[in-house]
């Protein structure tokens, strides 16, 4: 009798625990959802701030606590934004820090991600907000349609068969390679063009005269 009495209160226990547990992550998603709304009325501003909302989310799939299967049904039942706004928040907030994002805003920041993963080059959207250029003028200050299109014409240039699809991975680990290694030496790489047989770097004067001096 005993044994059954200590079964059925550690069963009371379990269950309590795991409704509380709900409860706090139906409390958090809650908590979220608001701030969401909050912030899309100053979207300009807030985007940020909703994507790290929906990152939370989606990462902790804090949808689950309101019987949402996935971060998509989570946003169709709440009809904060679409899937692919939320996507576009999510990966900003993923690969691009608070300050930068915010200085270029959401469309050019997205924009910029989109170019960065198209560029053969290894680059980043940070890298590109630092130093990049796009139609020879600061890829930061850059108009979304110019660099849409550049993505856009970066994407037709990508190799399509195997065989060069193999032999630009190569270039392309060369390239990440010597950037590594001038970047150790003091010097940021301007562009660097690689041939079957030659590679040939393009090296800011100024980085380069500094370099010597010290050496």
Not at 22 to 31: G, Q
Not at 154 to 181: D, F, I, N, S
Request: zero cysteines; glycine letters at 4%; proline letters at 4%.
């Amino acid at each position: 009798m005993a044994t059954t009495r200590t079964a059925t209160g550690a069963r009371k226990l379990i269950e309590a625990t795991k409704r509380d547990a709900l409860a706090a992550r139906h409390k958090k998603l809650t908590s979220l959802s608001a701030l969401i709304r909050r912030r899309l009325a100053t979207v300009v501003e807030s985007f940020y701030d909703i994507g790290v909302a929906l990152t939370e989310i989606a990462k902790t799939k804090l949808y689950a606590a309101d019987g949402h299967a996935s971060l998509e049904a989570y946003l169709d039942a709440e009809k904060l934004l679409s899937v692919s706004q939320a996507r576009k928040l999510i990966d900003i907030v993923k690969n691009i820090p608070r300050d930068q994002a915010l200085a270029v805003g959401q469309e050019r920041a997205y924009a910029l991600i989109a170019l960065s993963r198209a560029t053969p080059e290894p680059d980043s959207a940070v890298d590109l907000i630092a130093q990049g250029e796009v139609d020879g003028q600061p890829a930061a200050k850059a108009p979304v349609r110019a660099i849409t299109a550049a993505a856009r014409a970066q994407r037709e240039k990508a190799p399509k068969t195997p065989a060069a699809k193999a032999r630009r991975k190569t270039e392309v680990a060369l390239e990440r390679g010597l950037r590594a290694l001038l970047r150790a030496a003091g010097l940021s790489v301007t562009a660097v063009r690689i041939s079957k047989d030659a590679v040939r770097v393009e090296l800011p004067r100024a980085k380069v005269e500094k370099a010597l001096a010290k050496a």
